[in-house]
Nanobody, 115 residues
Framework: QVQLVESGGGLVQPGGSLRLSCAAS????????MSWYRQAPGKERELVAS????????NYADSVKGRFTISRDNAKNTMYLQMNSLKPEDTAVYYC????????WGQGTQVTVSS
């Protein structure tokens, strides 16, 4: 059974930083593309960033390019999202998922950017 557990969210002031983690189990983590998504209140869930199985290729939404960095540690079955220069519009629940297992989502972690 695929399981995904996000953590690391919280309340941060504009310009601050947070590091999210996604702990995965139930599949061969290092063999699959992994992605971060977010859903803000009243908006649809959107793709934030993706990373290839080996970590050598990454893609970002235009809204987070240059501020967010996706990474993974396949030995720990864990993916990360380093978020810098946070803005109020980054406020959302953040989720991780493998596109190869589209029906499996974690519970998400809340990120609130506010002064």
């Amino acid at each position: 059974q695929v399981q995904l557990v996000e953590s690391g969210g919280g309340l941060v002031q504009p310009g601050g930083s947070l590091r999210l983690s996604c702990a995965a189990s139930g599949f061969t983590f290092g063999s699959y593309v992994m992605s971060w998504y977010r859903q803000a209140p009243g908006k649809e869930r959107e793709l934030v960033a993706s990373i290839s199985p080996g970590g050598g290729n990454t893609n970002y939404a235009d809204s987070v390019k240059g501020r967010f960095t996706i990474s993974r540690d396949n030995a720990k079955n864990t993916m990360y999202l380093q978020m810098n220069s946070l803005k109020p519009e980054d406020t959302a629940v953040y989720y991780c998922r493998s596109p190869s297992f589209p029906t499996f989502w974690g519970q998400g972690t809340q990120v609130t950017v506010s002064s």
